[in-house]
């Protein structure tokens, strides 16, 4: 159990550096996407969002409620609370330093 723990902050912490970093962003859809990419920040990417999806997925079945709408209000909230300085996608898909 621990190790899972540490495991997952690593992982925290490298989004975190990638986002303060200007290399991954906030989506409208609820999972990050990569800002500027490379083999390390696409392993980031893909990590963080196959985990996102599988956290909406659940949520959209204990609450009867599709994917799409799950998706949606996430991104909606993960791009409220990107703090000043990260990135975040507009709905015409480019970035936008918040």
Known sequence: ???AT?????????L??????????????????AVQSNAQVNAIVNDINRKRLENYQDIARRTGTSLAVV???AGQLNIERTPGGQYVQLADGSWLRK
């Open 6 to 14: 540490l495991s997952w902050s690593v992982w925290a912490l490298d």
């Open 1 to 3: 159990m621990l190790a």
């Open 71 to 73: 998706q949606s209000r």
């Open 16 to 33: 975190q550096q990638a986002k303060q970093q200007g290399l991954i962003g906030e989506q409208q859809n609820g999972l990050v996407g």
